[in-house]
């Protein structure tokens, strides 16, 4: 007789090498085949050595996955460590500190104020920013325009705009400082002594009285026949001063001003 032949039962899946065995064996499709013996050692050996590769595989695998989770923990820590780690803001050298000359309290003049303005008396000294010179200074609240005693008051033209030449008077000297100042506007101004009006240049000046310093406009007029050389005038007063009729003097020019009359340049 032939070789012996085995009936053996094997799954409904087959393995790719036992699928090619039943085409040529041309078995029919019971589940029940019929095997030479040495084919099924080969397949044995076949599936023992597709289940080692799978074994090996499957340990490659995770042997890499450990690896990525190992790099991503290490990453992740990184990022912690960076993060709870605290940088000192940089910090600036301490600026060295200077020594100032400390101001007594009449060095800096002085000049009372009411809700921001200054108050000022019927009388105060006028310094006049430019030569350098003070004057006493009448405060009217009746007076539209401020106003300085001028003399030979000339006007010329400069790079096409009116400008006027004058001289003011030193104080306590007979001596005159001349300015040249370009014309703000022209006014009138009527006088009771006078039958017609008299027009007046009007110039920008800067001035101090007390502590507080600012530029106002001043008409240019012969204030020879009155008392005081300058006019403050409601121009100046609004919103800046209050006036304290019981009082003259009310305030004191700083020391520098006050010792430096005439002697500006």
Known sequence: MGS???????????????????????CSA??????P??????????????????????????VRHNQVMDLSRSSTQTIL???ATQVEKPECPPVPVQKQCVANERSKGRADRLKGKVVVGEVENFYLAGPGLIYKARID????????HAENITRFE?????????????????????LEKEISRRVRVIQASADEAE????????FFIGDHQQVAEFTLADR??????????????RDVMLIDVGKEYATELPESLSTNNGNES
């Open 30 to 35: 019971d589940r029940y085949f019929m095997v």
């Open 81 to 83: 460590d960076a993060i």
């Open 4 to 26: 012996k032949m085995f009936r053996v039962a094997l799954p409904k899946a087959p393995l790719l090498a036992l699928a090619g065995i039943l085409m040529l064996s041309g």
């Open 224 to 237: 020879t026949n009155l008392t005081y050389e300058v006019l403050i005038g409601r121009n100046i007063l």
């Open 141 to 148: 609240s009746g007076a539209e325009t401020s106003s300085i």
């Open 158 to 178: 400069r790079d096409g705009s009116n400008w006027v030449r004058f001289d003011v008077v030193v104080p306590g000297t007979e001596r005159h400082v001349t």
């Open 37 to 62: 013996k040495t084919d099924l050692e080969e397949l044995g050996t076949s599936i023992k050595t597709q289940r080692a590769t799978l074994v090996t595989m499957e340990d490659n695998a995770a």
């Open 199 to 206: 027009r007046r240049v009007v110039v920008e000046l800067q």
